[in-house]
Nanobody, 126 residues
Framework: QVQLVESGGGLVQAGGSLRLSCAAS????????MGWFRQAPGKERELVGA????????YYRDSVKGRFTISRDNAKNTVYLQMNSLKPEDTAVYYC???????????????????WGQGTQVTVSS
């Protein structure tokens, strides 16, 4: 298992930016693909995006394409989520997660991930 700790959340006005960080320890960090999820009140947790082991391949849900960027620094055991042009509908608790398999580019389902951080709140005001 990988231990994950998110940081960087906060309150921002619509159109603003935030960068979330996820520090990892435990299982060799360079092994698993990583994902960022979010969960708004009353809604299911959804995949925001994911990054491959090397960082060379990324996946984004349609609603964040062109606004969010996922990257990773394996030397620092950290994955990032840069969020630009934020909208009120981006308000949620954001979680990073480690893919249970290192044999695929990145998982796209909740069940593909087996290690989770505690989450960080992002609130976008209109």
């Amino acid at each position: 298992q990988v231990q994950l700790v998110e940081s960087g959340g906060g309150l921002v006005q619509a159109g603003g930016s935030l960068r979330l960080s996820c520090a990892a320890s435990g299982r060799t960090f360079s092994s698993p693909p990583m994902g960022w999820f979010r969960q708004a009140p009353g809604k299911e947790r959804e995949l925001v995006g994911a990054v491959s082991r090397s960082g060379g391949s990324t996946y984004y849900r349609d609603s964040v394409k062109g606004r969010f960027t996922i990257s990773r620094d394996n030397a620092k055991n950290t994955v990032y989520l840069q969020m630009n042009s934020l909208k009120p509908e981006d308000t949620a608790v954001y979680y990073c997660a480690a893919d249970r398999s290192s044999q695929r580019r990145s998982g796209v389902k909740l069940s593909d991930y087996d290690s989770w951080g505690q989450g960080t709140q992002v609130t976008v005001s209109s």
